[in-house]
T-cell receptor, first 109, second 118 residues
Framework: EDQVTQSPEALRLQEGESSSLNCSYT??????LFWYRQDPGKGPEFLFT???AGEEKEKERLKATLTKKESFLHITAPKPEDSATYLC??????????FGKGTHLIIQP | NAGVTQTPKFQVLKTGQSMTLQCAQD?????MYWYRQDPGMGLRLIYY???????DKGEVPNGYNVSRLNKREFSLRLESAAPSQTSVYFC?????????????????FGEGSRLTVL
């Protein structure tokens, strides 16, 4: 059974304090690792797709990386508007798309 | 650009009542999905429609039915609501779904329908 585990569950940072969110996955035949951002009361919004180990994607203060067992979402010099829940999802073979429970990120001014 | 539109946004039902959640997308996507999101759990797939005219069960289909009315619209019906179905429901769409329901690209989500069953 495919599994996706995100850590930490919650993270509180000061504005400008860089950090990383972790997504560990156990998926047979990974066909894509997705990151989404979810604001309170809203649906998830697509951020990145990574397909192979060593791949990196960047968008503003966010950078996603992928290894054979994990993905990291690095947040550099975050701002309060980066506060959200970040979801990771892995796409395997027969089991389709599996979501993690998310990391709730709070950036304090 | 509306994207994915869900109605209603909020609904309170009594146990045993029925209701239908509506979803429409204007991105000309082939595939549509219904997920539920519960506290402490990841998004779980209820049903999906890989293309117009087809529907398939996801991870948690019991107690639900779906209809792919046309390429734009995909509805979710609760025939006899139960308290365990209290949740936030998200409709999503994507360009395509591959063999066996494997989603081939990123999902575009609606804003959610918050359902409470008393």
């Amino acid at each position: 059974e495919d599994q996706v585990t995100q850590s930490p569950e919650a993270l509180r940072l000061q504005e400008g304090e860089s950090s990383s969110l972790n997504c560990s996955y156990t998926v047979s035949g990974l066909r894509g690792l997705f990151w989404y951002r979810q604001d309170p009361g809203k649906g998830p919004e697509f951020l990145f797709t990574l397909y192979s180990a060593g791949e990196e994607k960047e968008k503003e203060r966010l950078k996603a990386t992928l290894t054979k067992k994990e993905s990291f979402l690095h947040i550099t010099a975050p701002k309060p508007e980066d506060s959200a829940t970040y979801l990771c999802a892995a796409r395997g073979g027969a089991d389709g798309l599996t979501f993690g429970k998310g990391t709730h990120l709070i950036i304090q001014p | 650009n509306a994207g994915v539109t869900q109605t209603p946004k909020f609904q309170v039902l009594k146990t045993g009542q029925s209701m239908t959640l509506q979803c429409a997308q204007d991105m000309n996507h082939n595939s549509m999905y219904w997920y539920r999101q519960d506290p402490g759990m990841g998004l779980r797939l209820i049903y999906y429609s890989a293309s117009e005219g087809t529907t398939d069960k996801g991870e948690v289909p019991n107690g639900y039915n779906v209809s792919r009315l046309n390429k734009r619209e995909f509805s979710l019906r609760l025939e006899s609501a139960a308290p365990s179905q209290t949740s936030v429901y998200f409709c999503a769409s994507s360009e395509a779904t591959g063999t066996g329901g494997v989603i081939t690209g990123e999902l575009f989500f609606g804003e959610g329908s918050r359902l409470t069953v008393l």
